[in-house]
Protein backbone atom coordinates (compact mmCIF):
# COMPACT_ATOMS: atom_id res chain seq x y z
CA UNK A 1 0.00 0.00 0.00
CA UNK A 2 2.72 1.98 0.70
CA UNK A 3 5.10 1.44 -2.57
CA UNK A 4 1.51 2.43 -4.02
CA UNK A 5 0.82 5.89 -2.67
CA UNK A 6 4.50 6.74 -3.11
CA UNK A 7 4.41 5.45 -6.85
CA UNK A 8 0.83 7.64 -7.15
CA UNK A 9 2.13 10.84 -5.71
CA UNK A 10 5.24 10.72 -7.88
CA UNK A 11 2.95 10.37 -10.74
CA UNK A 12 0.65 12.82 -9.55
CA UNK A 13 3.43 15.18 -9.41
CA UNK A 14 4.96 14.84 -12.37
CA UNK A 15 1.85 14.40 -14.37
CA UNK A 16 0.49 17.79 -12.92
CA UNK A 17 3.49 19.37 -14.05
CA UNK A 18 3.74 18.17 -17.46
CA UNK A 19 -0.25 18.54 -18.48
CA UNK A 20 -0.43 22.22 -16.81
CA UNK A 21 2.45 23.48 -18.67
CA UNK A 22 0.62 22.21 -21.92
CA UNK A 23 -2.63 24.11 -20.93
CA UNK A 24 -0.69 26.92 -19.96
CA UNK A 25 -1.53 30.06 -21.18
CA UNK A 26 1.81 32.02 -21.36
CA UNK A 27 1.85 35.90 -20.19
CA UNK A 28 0.75 38.45 -22.32
CA UNK A 29 2.86 41.52 -22.73
CA UNK A 30 5.01 42.52 -20.02
CA UNK A 31 4.47 44.76 -16.96
CA UNK A 32 6.05 46.75 -14.48
CA UNK A 33 3.67 45.80 -11.81
CA UNK A 34 6.28 43.14 -10.08
CA UNK A 35 9.35 44.93 -10.88
CA UNK A 36 12.13 44.15 -8.30
CA UNK A 37 14.58 41.91 -6.95
CA UNK A 38 13.70 38.40 -5.87
CA UNK A 39 15.80 35.85 -3.61
CA UNK A 40 14.46 32.24 -4.45
CA UNK A 41 15.29 28.60 -3.65
CA UNK A 42 14.76 25.67 -6.21
CA UNK A 43 13.61 22.42 -5.45
CA UNK A 44 13.25 19.47 -7.93
CA UNK A 45 11.89 15.61 -6.77
CA UNK A 46 13.21 12.35 -8.17
CA UNK A 47 10.71 10.86 -10.50
CA UNK A 48 11.25 7.18 -8.35
CA UNK A 49 11.18 8.21 -4.96
CA UNK A 50 9.14 10.96 -4.68
CA UNK A 51 12.40 12.94 -2.43
CA UNK A 52 13.92 16.16 -3.15
CA UNK A 53 17.12 17.07 -5.01
CA UNK A 54 19.66 18.30 -4.07
CA UNK A 55 17.44 19.60 -1.45
CA UNK A 56 16.56 23.60 -1.21
CA UNK A 57 19.44 24.96 -3.83
CA UNK A 58 19.97 28.49 -3.91
CA UNK A 59 23.42 29.39 -5.84
CA UNK A 60 23.49 33.72 -4.25
CA UNK A 61 21.94 35.09 -7.12
CA UNK A 62 18.46 37.01 -7.34
CA UNK A 63 16.34 37.10 -10.02
CA UNK A 64 15.48 40.42 -11.73
CA UNK A 65 12.14 41.35 -12.89
CA UNK A 66 12.47 44.20 -14.44
CA UNK A 67 9.63 46.20 -16.67
CA UNK A 68 7.92 42.43 -16.72
CA UNK A 69 10.77 41.08 -18.17
CA UNK A 70 12.44 38.43 -16.21
CA UNK A 71 16.55 37.69 -15.37
CA UNK A 72 18.50 36.13 -13.42
CA UNK A 73 21.87 38.49 -12.13
CA UNK A 74 24.22 35.67 -12.14
CA UNK A 75 25.79 36.80 -8.86
CA UNK A 76 27.34 34.30 -6.41
CA UNK A 77 27.52 31.19 -8.02
CA UNK A 78 24.61 32.03 -10.39
CA UNK A 79 24.30 29.60 -13.47
CA UNK A 80 20.48 30.71 -14.59
CA UNK A 81 20.55 31.70 -18.06
CA UNK A 82 16.76 33.11 -19.52
CA UNK A 83 15.56 32.82 -22.76
CA UNK A 84 13.87 35.99 -23.53
CA UNK A 85 10.93 34.90 -23.67
CA UNK A 86 10.63 34.90 -19.54
CA UNK A 87 8.01 37.58 -18.67
CA UNK A 88 5.35 38.68 -16.15
CA UNK A 89 2.28 40.16 -17.76
CA UNK A 90 -0.17 42.84 -15.34
CA UNK A 91 -2.08 39.59 -14.28
CA UNK A 92 0.78 38.46 -12.81
CA UNK A 93 0.88 35.48 -15.17
CA UNK A 94 4.98 34.68 -15.39
CA UNK A 95 6.79 32.23 -17.42
CA UNK A 96 10.15 31.54 -16.60
CA UNK A 97 12.34 29.12 -19.41
CA UNK A 98 16.06 29.03 -19.26
CA UNK A 99 19.37 26.79 -18.34
CA UNK A 100 21.28 25.98 -15.47
CA UNK A 101 24.08 25.10 -16.20
CA UNK A 102 23.42 22.33 -18.59
CA UNK A 103 19.67 21.94 -17.50
CA UNK A 104 17.16 22.82 -19.74
CA UNK A 105 14.36 24.22 -17.30
CA UNK A 106 11.05 26.14 -17.31
CA UNK A 107 8.86 27.50 -14.56
CA UNK A 108 4.95 28.90 -14.65
CA UNK A 109 2.67 30.32 -12.18
CA UNK A 110 0.96 33.61 -11.15
CA UNK A 111 1.57 35.84 -8.69
CA UNK A 112 -0.92 37.50 -6.26
CA UNK A 113 -1.05 41.03 -4.61
CA UNK A 114 0.63 40.17 -1.74
CA UNK A 115 3.71 38.95 -3.42
CA UNK A 116 5.96 41.68 -1.67
CA UNK A 117 4.77 39.91 1.50
CA UNK A 118 4.28 35.97 0.86
CA UNK A 119 6.54 33.47 -0.74
CA UNK A 120 5.33 32.90 -4.82
CA UNK A 121 5.72 29.08 -5.59
CA UNK A 122 6.19 27.95 -8.90
CA UNK A 123 5.86 24.44 -10.70
CA UNK A 124 7.90 23.41 -13.57
CA UNK A 125 10.32 20.89 -14.94
CA UNK A 126 13.98 20.36 -14.74
CA UNK A 127 15.96 18.29 -17.40
CA UNK A 128 19.62 16.89 -17.38
CA UNK A 129 22.26 16.61 -19.68
CA UNK A 130 20.61 18.69 -22.07
CA UNK A 131 17.57 16.77 -22.34
CA UNK A 132 14.46 18.46 -23.20
CA UNK A 133 12.83 19.89 -20.19
CA UNK A 134 9.66 17.93 -20.46
CA UNK A 135 11.32 14.78 -20.14
CA UNK A 136 13.17 15.87 -16.62
CA UNK A 137 11.61 15.70 -12.67
CA UNK A 138 8.81 17.80 -11.42
CA UNK A 139 10.43 20.94 -9.79
CA UNK A 140 9.19 23.95 -7.62
CA UNK A 141 10.78 27.34 -7.57
CA UNK A 142 10.22 29.54 -4.69
CA UNK A 143 10.48 33.32 -5.09
CA UNK A 144 10.80 35.83 -2.15
CA UNK A 145 10.54 39.62 -2.82
CA UNK A 146 13.45 41.41 -1.77
CA UNK A 147 13.62 44.98 -2.73
CA UNK A 148 12.53 47.14 -5.67
CA UNK A 149 14.55 48.37 -8.25
CA UNK A 150 16.85 51.49 -7.78
CA UNK A 151 15.51 53.92 -10.42
CA UNK A 152 19.43 55.16 -10.78
CA UNK A 153 20.42 51.79 -11.96
CA UNK A 154 18.28 52.30 -14.92
CA UNK A 155 20.43 53.99 -18.11
CA UNK A 156 18.61 56.05 -20.52
CA UNK A 157 20.69 54.26 -23.40
CA UNK A 158 19.35 57.31 -26.14
CA UNK A 159 21.58 58.96 -24.48
CA UNK A 160 24.82 56.68 -25.00
CA UNK A 161 26.25 55.40 -28.00
CA UNK A 162 27.25 51.64 -28.01
CA UNK A 163 30.25 50.85 -29.69
CA UNK A 164 30.80 47.47 -30.57
CA UNK A 165 34.94 46.15 -31.16
CA UNK A 166 37.07 42.74 -31.22
CA UNK A 167 38.55 41.95 -27.66
CA UNK A 168 40.75 38.98 -26.93
CA UNK A 169 40.28 36.66 -24.09
CA UNK A 170 44.11 36.83 -22.38
CA UNK A 171 43.95 34.14 -19.89
CA UNK A 172 46.76 35.36 -17.17
CA UNK A 173 49.22 37.99 -17.13
CA UNK A 174 52.02 37.05 -19.62
CA UNK A 175 49.43 36.43 -22.41
CA UNK A 176 48.24 40.21 -21.76
CA UNK A 177 51.25 41.02 -21.91
CA UNK A 178 52.22 39.13 -25.20
CA UNK A 179 48.35 40.01 -26.62
CA UNK A 180 47.30 36.16 -26.64
CA UNK A 181 44.05 34.86 -26.75
CA UNK A 182 40.96 33.43 -28.68
CA UNK A 183 39.12 37.26 -30.61
CA UNK A 184 36.81 37.59 -29.03
CA UNK A 185 33.63 40.74 -29.44
CA UNK A 186 33.10 43.06 -26.68
CA UNK A 187 30.59 46.37 -26.36
CA UNK A 188 31.07 49.63 -24.43
CA UNK A 189 28.27 51.77 -23.63
CA UNK A 190 29.18 55.29 -24.04
CA UNK A 191 27.74 59.12 -22.90
CA UNK A 192 29.05 62.64 -23.76
CA UNK A 193 31.44 61.35 -26.64
CA UNK A 194 31.79 64.91 -27.31
CA UNK A 195 34.03 65.44 -24.36
CA UNK A 196 36.63 62.79 -25.16
CA UNK A 197 39.58 65.12 -25.33
CA UNK A 198 38.75 66.19 -21.95
CA UNK A 199 39.39 62.95 -20.49
CA UNK A 200 37.29 59.78 -19.79
CA UNK A 201 35.98 57.29 -16.94
CA UNK A 202 35.59 54.05 -18.04
CA UNK A 203 33.86 51.49 -15.77
CA UNK A 204 34.85 47.94 -16.14
CA UNK A 205 32.84 44.83 -14.95
CA UNK A 206 33.15 42.63 -12.17
CA UNK A 207 33.31 39.10 -11.84
CA UNK A 208 29.51 38.36 -13.20
CA UNK A 209 27.68 39.88 -16.12
CA UNK A 210 25.16 41.53 -13.65
CA UNK A 211 25.82 45.36 -14.60
CA UNK A 212 23.98 47.07 -11.52
CA UNK A 213 26.39 48.01 -9.57
CA UNK A 214 28.50 49.26 -12.43
CA UNK A 215 25.44 51.85 -14.18
CA UNK A 216 25.13 53.57 -10.91
CA UNK A 217 28.86 53.95 -10.98
CA UNK A 218 28.42 55.53 -14.29
CA UNK A 219 25.57 57.63 -13.27
CA UNK A 220 27.87 59.52 -10.02
CA UNK A 221 30.58 60.38 -12.15
CA UNK A 222 28.79 60.87 -15.55
CA UNK A 223 28.12 65.33 -15.06
CA UNK A 224 32.42 65.53 -14.28
CA UNK A 225 32.80 67.00 -17.76
CA UNK A 226 34.12 63.86 -18.67
CA UNK A 227 33.43 61.56 -21.35
CA UNK A 228 32.41 58.40 -19.37
CA UNK A 229 31.83 54.31 -20.26
CA UNK A 230 30.77 51.13 -19.62
CA UNK A 231 32.36 48.08 -20.37
CA UNK A 232 30.11 45.23 -21.07
CA UNK A 233 33.06 42.27 -20.84
CA UNK A 234 31.60 39.78 -18.84
CA UNK A 235 28.05 38.37 -20.15
CA UNK A 236 30.11 36.83 -23.56
CA UNK A 237 32.79 35.10 -21.48
CA UNK A 238 30.63 34.29 -17.92
CA UNK A 239 30.10 30.55 -16.60
CA UNK A 240 31.09 30.41 -13.33
CA UNK A 241 32.48 32.93 -10.85
CA UNK A 242 36.41 32.75 -9.84
CA UNK A 243 36.58 31.02 -13.44
CA UNK A 244 39.34 31.03 -16.23
CA UNK A 245 36.77 31.82 -18.31
CA UNK A 246 36.72 35.12 -17.27
CA UNK A 247 39.53 36.72 -15.78
CA UNK A 248 40.74 40.12 -14.46
CA UNK A 249 43.17 39.71 -17.01
CA UNK A 250 40.66 39.73 -19.68
CA UNK A 251 39.20 42.76 -17.66
CA UNK A 252 42.02 45.05 -18.52
CA UNK A 253 42.70 43.93 -22.43
CA UNK A 254 39.25 44.84 -22.58
CA UNK A 255 40.09 48.31 -21.70
CA UNK A 256 43.32 48.42 -24.07
CA UNK A 257 41.15 47.53 -26.88
CA UNK A 258 38.82 49.74 -26.19
CA UNK A 259 41.14 52.57 -26.11
CA UNK A 260 42.79 51.68 -29.35
CA UNK A 261 38.84 51.51 -30.86
CA UNK A 262 37.89 55.05 -29.56
CA UNK A 263 41.74 56.01 -30.90
CA UNK A 264 40.75 55.08 -34.45
CA UNK A 265 37.67 56.76 -34.30
CA UNK A 266 37.36 59.92 -32.22
CA UNK A 267 40.25 62.24 -30.53
CA UNK A 268 42.65 60.87 -27.84
CA UNK A 269 41.79 61.23 -24.36
CA UNK A 270 43.84 63.91 -22.31
CA UNK A 271 43.44 61.66 -19.16
CA UNK A 272 42.08 58.77 -18.59
CA UNK A 273 40.47 56.99 -15.32
CA UNK A 274 39.15 53.47 -14.57
CA UNK A 275 37.27 52.60 -11.88
CA UNK A 276 35.86 48.68 -11.05
CA UNK A 277 35.18 46.93 -8.24
CA UNK A 278 36.13 43.35 -6.64
CA UNK A 279 37.92 41.67 -9.47
CA UNK A 280 37.90 44.40 -11.71
CA UNK A 281 39.41 46.14 -9.05
CA UNK A 282 42.25 43.66 -9.59
CA UNK A 283 41.80 44.03 -12.97
CA UNK A 284 42.68 47.73 -12.76
CA UNK A 285 45.68 48.14 -10.96
CA UNK A 286 47.17 46.41 -13.66
CA UNK A 287 46.90 50.10 -15.27
CA UNK A 288 50.13 51.16 -13.46
CA UNK A 289 52.41 48.25 -14.24
CA UNK A 290 55.29 49.42 -16.00
CA UNK A 291 55.41 46.57 -18.80
CA UNK A 292 52.35 46.75 -20.03
CA UNK A 293 52.06 50.50 -20.59
CA UNK A 294 55.53 50.21 -22.22
CA UNK A 295 54.07 47.73 -24.05
CA UNK A 296 50.52 49.28 -24.69
CA UNK A 297 50.86 52.77 -26.04
CA UNK A 298 47.61 53.78 -25.37
CA UNK A 299 47.79 53.32 -21.36
CA UNK A 300 50.43 55.97 -21.08
CA UNK A 301 47.51 58.62 -20.24
CA UNK A 302 45.75 56.44 -17.39
CA UNK A 303 46.43 58.67 -14.14
CA UNK A 304 44.36 57.38 -11.82
CA UNK A 305 42.09 54.12 -10.89
CA UNK A 306 39.51 53.78 -8.22
CA UNK A 307 39.59 50.18 -6.87
CA UNK A 308 36.00 49.72 -5.63
CA UNK A 309 35.89 46.89 -2.74
CA UNK A 310 39.75 46.90 -3.72
CA UNK A 311 41.29 43.09 -4.03
CA UNK A 312 44.37 43.90 -3.40
CA UNK A 313 47.50 41.87 -4.13
CA UNK A 314 49.82 40.75 -0.49
CA UNK A 315 52.71 41.64 -2.80
CA UNK A 316 54.22 43.25 -6.45
CA UNK A 317 57.50 42.49 -7.52
CA UNK A 318 57.42 44.35 -10.83
CA UNK A 319 57.79 47.93 -11.56
CA UNK A 320 54.99 49.96 -10.54
CA UNK A 321 54.50 53.65 -12.27
CA UNK A 322 54.42 56.27 -9.90
CA UNK A 323 52.66 58.92 -11.83
CA UNK A 324 49.49 56.29 -11.25
CA UNK A 325 47.29 57.43 -8.41
CA UNK A 326 45.74 54.09 -7.34
CA UNK A 327 43.22 54.92 -4.66
CA UNK A 328 42.46 51.34 -2.80
CA UNK A 329 38.79 51.48 -1.67
CA UNK A 330 37.00 49.55 1.31
CA UNK A 331 34.21 49.35 3.53
CA UNK A 332 35.31 48.93 7.09
CA UNK A 333 33.85 45.80 7.92
CA UNK A 334 34.28 44.09 4.76
CA UNK A 335 35.99 40.76 5.59
CA UNK A 336 35.50 39.53 1.38
CA UNK A 337 37.88 41.73 0.14
CA UNK A 338 39.06 43.20 3.46
CA UNK A 339 41.15 46.64 3.81
CA UNK A 340 44.52 44.65 5.59
CA UNK A 341 45.04 43.03 2.15
CA UNK A 342 45.49 46.28 0.53
CA UNK A 343 47.83 47.88 3.50
CA UNK A 344 49.79 44.48 2.97
CA UNK A 345 50.54 45.73 -0.49
CA UNK A 346 51.14 49.71 0.49
CA UNK A 347 53.45 48.25 2.89
CA UNK A 348 54.99 46.17 1.44
CA UNK A 349 57.46 48.34 -0.35
CA UNK A 350 56.04 51.77 0.70
CA UNK A 351 54.31 52.67 -2.26
CA UNK A 352 53.39 56.49 -1.90
CA UNK A 353 50.86 56.35 -4.95
CA UNK A 354 48.65 53.78 -2.89
CA UNK A 355 46.06 55.74 -1.37
CA UNK A 356 44.31 53.34 1.48
CA UNK A 357 40.48 54.78 1.65
CA UNK A 358 37.70 53.43 3.93
CA UNK A 359 34.39 53.66 4.61
CA UNK A 360 31.57 52.79 7.03
CA UNK A 361 30.23 49.62 5.61
CA UNK A 362 31.22 46.14 4.55
CA UNK A 363 31.37 44.99 0.63
CA UNK A 364 28.93 46.88 -1.97
CA UNK A 365 28.82 49.41 0.66
CA UNK A 366 28.84 52.03 -2.06
CA UNK A 367 26.39 50.44 -3.99
CA UNK A 368 22.40 51.71 -3.40
CA UNK A 369 21.55 48.01 -5.63
CA UNK A 370 22.21 46.40 -2.80
CA UNK A 371 19.68 46.24 -0.04
CA UNK A 372 20.77 46.35 3.92
CA UNK A 373 24.00 45.16 4.94
CA UNK A 374 23.18 40.89 6.03
CA UNK A 375 25.24 37.96 6.11
CA UNK A 376 25.60 36.53 2.81
CA UNK A 377 25.91 32.76 3.67
CA UNK A 378 26.47 31.69 0.25
CA UNK A 379 28.93 34.73 -0.87
CA UNK A 380 32.27 33.41 -1.96
CA UNK A 381 35.73 35.14 -1.52
CA UNK A 382 39.48 34.40 -1.48
CA UNK A 383 41.66 37.08 0.01
CA UNK A 384 41.17 36.26 3.89
CA UNK A 385 42.10 32.41 2.70
CA UNK A 386 44.38 32.96 0.36
CA UNK A 387 47.13 36.09 -1.04
CA UNK A 388 47.86 36.95 -4.50
CA UNK A 389 51.60 37.77 -5.07
CA UNK A 390 52.98 38.74 -8.56
CA UNK A 391 56.69 38.07 -8.99
CA UNK A 392 59.00 40.22 -11.02
CA UNK A 393 57.77 38.88 -14.69
CA UNK A 394 54.52 39.16 -13.87
CA UNK A 395 53.87 35.49 -12.73
CA UNK A 396 51.33 35.23 -10.29
CA UNK A 397 51.59 33.11 -7.02
CA UNK A 398 48.67 32.25 -4.64
CA UNK A 399 49.33 31.30 -1.29
CA UNK A 400 47.92 30.10 1.54
CA UNK A 401 47.92 32.34 4.80
CA UNK A 402 49.37 31.22 7.50
CA UNK A 403 50.64 27.57 5.74
CA UNK A 404 53.05 26.77 3.22
CA UNK A 405 51.41 25.74 0.41
CA UNK A 406 51.24 27.78 -2.82
CA UNK A 407 50.49 27.40 -6.53
CA UNK A 408 53.41 29.29 -8.82
CA UNK A 409 51.54 29.61 -12.40
CA UNK A 410 54.90 30.07 -13.93
CA UNK A 411 56.07 26.20 -13.13
CA UNK A 412 52.49 24.72 -12.50
CA UNK A 413 50.48 26.93 -15.74
CA UNK A 414 47.60 28.67 -15.33
CA UNK A 415 44.87 26.23 -16.58
CA UNK A 416 41.99 24.00 -15.25
CA UNK A 417 44.40 22.52 -12.57
CA UNK A 418 44.83 25.85 -11.44
CA UNK A 419 41.15 27.01 -10.91
CA UNK A 420 40.60 23.13 -9.02
CA UNK A 421 43.72 24.21 -7.03
CA UNK A 422 41.71 27.60 -5.88
CA UNK A 423 38.64 25.63 -5.27
CA UNK A 424 40.14 23.07 -3.01
CA UNK A 425 42.57 25.53 -1.26
CA UNK A 426 40.98 29.29 -0.89
CA UNK A 427 37.65 29.47 -1.63
CA UNK A 428 35.05 29.98 1.11
CA UNK A 429 31.40 30.96 1.76
CA UNK A 430 29.96 33.54 4.27
CA UNK A 431 30.29 37.05 4.10
CA UNK A 432 28.83 40.59 5.42
CA UNK A 433 27.46 42.54 2.39
CA UNK A 434 25.39 45.76 1.86
CA UNK A 435 24.27 49.02 0.85
CA UNK A 436 25.70 51.96 4.07
CA UNK A 437 24.18 55.58 3.14
CA UNK A 438 27.11 57.07 4.97
CA UNK A 439 29.74 55.20 3.53
CA UNK A 440 28.50 55.46 -0.26
CA UNK A 441 27.70 59.24 0.68
CA UNK A 442 31.48 59.77 1.86
CA UNK A 443 32.72 57.97 -0.76
CA UNK A 444 31.30 59.37 -3.98
CA UNK A 445 32.01 63.26 -2.50
CA UNK A 446 35.69 62.11 -2.09
CA UNK A 447 35.57 60.37 -5.80
CA UNK A 448 34.37 64.03 -6.91
CA UNK A 449 36.68 65.75 -4.99
CA UNK A 450 39.28 63.90 -6.83
CA UNK A 451 38.34 64.18 -10.03
CA UNK A 452 36.80 67.42 -10.14
CA UNK A 453 38.57 69.56 -7.33
CA UNK A 454 41.83 67.87 -7.57
CA UNK A 455 41.81 67.20 -3.86
CA UNK A 456 44.70 66.01 -1.83
CA UNK A 457 44.65 62.47 -0.24
CA UNK A 458 44.91 63.74 3.26
CA UNK A 459 41.81 65.94 2.99
CA UNK A 460 39.74 63.21 1.79
CA UNK A 461 37.10 61.93 4.20
CA UNK A 462 38.36 58.21 3.93
CA UNK A 463 41.61 58.78 4.13
CA UNK A 464 43.38 56.14 6.58
CA UNK A 465 47.11 56.63 5.67
Not at 29 to 35: A, C, G, R
Not at 378 to 391: E, F, Q, R, W
Request: one cysteine or more.
Amino acid sequence: MKIFFSTFIIFFLLSNSIHAALFFNKPKEPSNIFDGIYTFSHVCFNKKTGEQWPGDKYDGSRFIISEGKVSNNRGGAGRYTLDVESRIDKNGTIYIKGKRKNNNLYFFGKFNKKFKEQIIILKGMNASKGKPADKGSPCELKLTWENALKENSKVNKDEMLEIKYESKNTIEEIALLKSEGTKIDVKAQVRNIDKIENGIIIVVPSSTPNMSDELIYEEKIKDLNYTSAIIYGADPRFSSKFSINYTSSMIMYDVIAFLNELEKKYAKPKDIILMGSSTGSLAIFKAGWQKYRDRFSVMKNISKVFMINAACPDTFDGELNDDVMIYAINGKDDDSTPSWVCNNLKKSKNYRNIILLSYDGAHHFESEYHGKTKFEAKGKHILPTCSINYKKNLHSVLKVRNSGKQRDAEEKGFNKEHRKWVYNNCLKEGNYQGYNKKGASDFWQDVRSIIKDKVQPEELRGFTN
